[in-house]
């Protein structure tokens, strides 16, 4: 299968490589161009994208630090408290200052002023903290005291529990996240005495923390101006800039594991949101903010430069595009101009190549062309006259083959008759072969379809005389007698139907002389019914390698002069048949007398 697919390539490629050689040069430097540019456009772009990820992920980082660093100032903010809670519990004035209240009997003045002194010890310390709102205080008797501003109280299944956890730890500090059922911070621990290191127990500390101050004094550290944040615990949410943002939040980005970051798109936006776990509180932080606001000069850069290696490579693929028909023009036009030689238009060719001709390899190339062009149009017109020339004496000696043959012919038949002693038709003849010979000594080489009938009439006016009853001759022309026909045409054929067909027979032969008018042709046709040729006789005649016989001057003088005056324009069909006779068809194409008649009899 591997090496289907490889043979099919080979093939593919193959066609399109031959696809490419018949491209214009052109076009083949464009594609050059485009390709090339384009793999290093590709490469570019390619590049600088990665980079720009790699940029973008050292932002990425960069805001998930500064959620860090915001989570460890919360977090400090957060051990404030703690350390403010172990100081109360283990501080000596108000370890003495409690054991003293705790031997005292509640409710009298020695109990109200020692409780009073405690209070002030309280404020004293609150006074130190801005992280607290309050403390309340509880004695093993269950009394309260609560110092600092009033966050409401703190409902009752909630107090009992957390003071539940504080008795079991002994000691230790332990803190409440918010909640919907209490929306602050608490935390605590139970005070042992440790003045004496009896570790008895002096009361509960319970202290509330306004989580949103302590966010809100921190949260100018994020340094996205439009930033949204929200933190949430396993107990519900702790703080959200916008009610509603954390189920928002928490849903759009799919938050899992312990950092990362999201880009989200919502109502047509994209939202950069980069999220927190602490491991201190078990707290998750997410700063949600518009992506542009931060990422969006790099995505404008990143548009820009790509936009300008576009722009870079359009206006260069336009400027080769230039170049190219610049370069090409030359040789299309020399390339034309090759077209039009092979028409035979040399001064066609040489307008094509008209303008001022440049010094480079094109322009010495149009140069060498042009002088070729004239060297061969000078050979071709020297050439040509030279033919014409020899065109015109070949058809004279061809023109005067006919004079003496048929000279000889008619003289033989008036001798004839005198001898038969028929003066008066001797006289007949006489006076019909002085008008056959002076047209046959006419120099011209076209006579009328009109004159070319009125002399093949006083040759056949000779013949009857000659052959009587043996012989009947036929003339059908229905033409106009306008139509040009090279001259001693229909005679030389007649002449050979009475040689080949009434001499070798013994009954009356008819021989038939039809002219007809086509629409851009003369179609003549010269019958008769004598004996005919055998297949080998005419194969021989058409080929013209049968020779004359008698006097005659063979069919294939007419031929040739039909050639040389139509070109290949002149049809000449020569058919028989045993005991059928023999039949000459000429076609040749209509030329009018008016316009062409003096130029063929002067000899052209």
């Not at 464009?30 to 390709?35: G, T």
């Not at 509603?244 to 312990?258: D, F, K, P, R, Y």
């Not at 009857?464 to 045409?489: E, W």
Request: net charge negative; charged share 25%.
């Amino acid at each position: 299968m591997r090496k289907g697919i490889c043979e099919y390539g080979k093939r593919l490629a193959r066609c399109w490589y031959s696809r490419y050689r018949d491209w214009k040069l052109a076009a083949k430097m464009i594609l050059m161009y485009v390709v090339m540019l384009g793999a290093c456009f590709l490469f570019s772009v390619t590049a600088l994208q990665y980079s720009f990820n790699i940029y973008d992920s050292k932002l990425y980082e960069k805001s998930l630090l500064e959620l860090d660093f915001f989570t460890q100032q919360v977090n400090r903010s957060l051990d404030e408290v703690e350390d403010l809670s172990f100081f109360m519990a283990v501080d000596t004035k108000i370890q003495e200052q409690l054991t003293k209240i705790k031997k005292m009997k509640h409710f009298t003045s020695e109990y109200s002023y020692e409780i009073y002194q405690f209070r002030m010890i309280l404020n004293t310390e609150l006074l130190n903290s801005n992280m607290i709102s309050n403390v309340l205080y509880t004695d093993g008797e269950g009394t309260r005291l609560l110092v600092g501003t009033d966050t409401g109280s703190i409902p009752q299944r909630l107090y009992d529990s957390f003071s539940g956890q504080l008795h079991q730890a002994q000691g230790a500090y332990l803190v409440h996240s918010p909640s919907p059922e209490y929306p602050y911070l608490l935390s605590g621990r139970d005070i042992r005495k440790h003045i004496d290191a009896s570790l008895e127990y002096l009361g509960t500390l319970l202290i509330t923390s306004d989580v949103t101050k302590m966010i809100e004094k921190n949260i100018d550290n994020l340094e996205a101006e439009s930033s949204e944040l929200c933190i949430y615990s396993e107990e519900g949410i702790i703080y959200e800039s916008r009610e509603g943002l954390t189920e928002q939040v928490v849903s759009m980005a799919q938050i899992q594991g312990t950092q990362g970051y999201r880009i989200v798109k919502q109502d047509g936006q994209q939202n950069f949101v980069c999220y927190l776990k602490s491991s201190r509180t078990g707290w998750t932080y997410v700063n949600v903010f518009p992506y542009t606001e931060i990422y969006g000069q790099n995505q404008r850069l990143r548009r820009m430069i790509f936009c300008g290696f576009l722009l870079l490579f359009v206006t260069s693929a336009l400027a080769l595009k230039k170049a190219a028909h610049i370069i090409t023009k030359p040789l299309e036009h020399l390339s034309k101009s090759m077209e039009i030689v092979e028409t035979g238009d040399f001064t066609g060719a040489k307008l094509m190549l008209e303008g001022g001709a440049s010094r480079d390899e094109i322009g010495l190339l149009t140069q060498e062309f042009q002088v070729m062009l004239d060297k061969i149009d000078y050979l071709i017109h020297e050439n040509y006259e030279k033919q014409i020339l020899l065109k015109d004496t070949k058809y004279k000696m061809l023109q005067a083959q006919i004079n003496p043959h048929f000279l000889y012919n008619t003289l033989n038949s008036i001798n004839w008759m005198i001898r038969a002693k028929k003066n008066d038709e001797a006289a007949e003849m006489t006076v019909a072969l002085g008008v056959i010979l002076r047209s046959a000594l006419n120099k011209q080489q076209f006579f009328t379809i009109q004159e070319e009938l009125e002399n093949l009439e006083k040759y056949l006016t000779i013949q009857k005389y000659r052959y009587r009853n043996r012989v009947v001759f036929q003339v059908d022309a229905c033409c106009s007698g306008r139509y040009l026909i090279p001259h001693m045409t229909l005679q030389p054929l007649v002449e050979n139907a009475i040689y080949h067909g009434v001499e070798k027979m013994l009954t009356v032969c008819t021989i038939s002389v039809t002219v007809r008018e086509e629409e851009a042709h003369l179609w003549i046709q010269v019958a008769d019914d004598g004996p005919g040729m055998t297949q080998e006789e005419l194969d021989k005649v058409r080929t013209f390698t049968m020779q004359p016989k008698g006097h005659g001057i063979g069919l294939k003088n007419i031929y040739e002069r039909l050639k040389m005056a139509f070109n290949q324009d002149a049809e000449f069909q020569i058919d028989s048949a045993e005991k059928k006779g023999t039949c000459v068809t000429i076609r040749i194409p209509k030329r009018e007398a008016e316009k062409e008649h003096d130029e063929g009899t002067s000899g052209r």
